[in-house]
Nanobody, 121 residues
Framework: QVQVVESGGGLVQAGGSLRLSCAASGRIFKLNDMAWYRQAPGKQRELVADITSGGSANYADSVKGRFTISRDNAKKTVSLQMNSLKPEDTAVYYC???????????????WGQGTQVTVSS
């Protein structure tokens, strides 16, 4: 089985910073893209940022210039550094990992349990 576990998050004032971390573990033959999504109350889950195994990153327009995604392939981790936070960044943040479990397997996306980020005005 594969586990995806997030850490970080919490309460911060507007303009502040937070760092989220996520680790994938278990039976992993190959780890493809890793990503951060978020879901605010009453809204659909949306992509915040993703990063390929080669380090190419993609960001939602709403976070460009403020958030930075990075990964450590050896440790199977991905991080999201969030700066200049705004109240509209308040949401549950989810880590997603695209995993190939064996040589013969297709890739499957695994989700973490989510971590709350609250930005006060």
């Amino acid at each position: 089985q594969v586990q995806v576990v997030e850490s970080g998050g919490g309460l911060v004032q507007a303009g502040g910073s937070l760092r989220l971390s996520c680790a994938a573990s278990g039976r992993i033959f190959k780890l493809n893209d890793m990503a951060w999504y978020r879901q605010a109350p009453g809204k659909q889950r949306e992509l915040v940022a993703d990063i390929t195994s080669g380090g190419s990153a993609n960001y939602a327009d709403s976070v460009k210039g403020r958030f930075t995604i990075s990964r450590d392939n050896a440790k199977k981790t991905v991080s999201l550094q969030m700066n200049s936070l705004k109240p509209e960044d308040t949401a549950v943040y989810y880590c997603n990992a695209d995993v190939v479990r064996t040589y013969y397997s297709s890739a499957i996306k695994y989700w973490g349990q989510g971590t709350q980020v609250t930005v006060s005005s």
